[in-house]
């Protein structure tokens, strides 16, 4: 089922606010608040519950503070674009889940929106930090954490690992501070906010992927190891084709 009539009026709603953020940028915060409102209503409607409420907001939130930080005009509707496809496919999925639990394909459909949303958070928070807000490192540190936190519990929960309120809690936290931590590291390297996301991204990936399959027991030391190998192997390839930036 690639069709729901909810699924497709919220998505159109979402490309609204999109295409008002992009045409009113001073008014592009209020925006992002006002969809949230909208989404909150209509999450809980269309999957009835709450829990697949943080990944689209999340990508609303993060989607609304990254326009302002991309120059071109046509870049900027290419967003538009690419990131309301993915919001139709998360809010998709969430209703398919609702519809039968173990549809592997709407659990795909919502691992790929988390990966976009934390990319789009991660991008956003950094351009703004870095070009727009006089924000200190532990500011930045914590608004990573919380974003990687919230998109790891409901990817638990999507994904329907085994454990406990309290496993889901601690390995959300775990992977909370793993991007912290990696984004202290980052703020000492001479790269863009869009460098410097990517990289992000493949760290938190890593870290989500060994907790996965770990309590899906699937995990083994061919899956670490290959585990490890992407991740040094996709970090160096960014670093060695991005652009450096001088330090100040």
Known sequence: MI?????FFLTLLY???LWL?????DQFFWIGIGFAVVLLIGVKIITKRLIYFIIPILLTLGSVFLLPLIDSPAQKKAFIILSTGVFYLVILGSYRLRKYENDQTAKAMLNLGAL???????ASSYGLYV?????SAWQI???FAAASFFVAYASIAVNQLKINGYQRFLYSVFLAYLMAGTIWVQDFWPFGYLTTAAVA???YYSGWDLVRNYFLQKLTTQKVL???FFLFAMVAILLLSAKWYPAA
């Not at 070009?131 to 924000?135: G, I, P, S, T």
Request: with cysteine; aromatic share 20%; glycine share 2%.
């Open 116 to 122: 976009a949303t934390l990319f789009c958070i991660f």
């Open 3 to 7: 069709w729901e009539f909810g699924v």
């Open 131 to 135: 070009n727009w807000f006089d924000m």
């Open 15 to 17: 490309l609204a606010s």
């Open 201 to 203: 991204l493949i760290v």
């Open 141 to 143: 540190m914590l608004i």
């Open 21 to 25: 953020a992009y045409s009113l940028p």
């Open 226 to 228: 290959s585990n490890v």
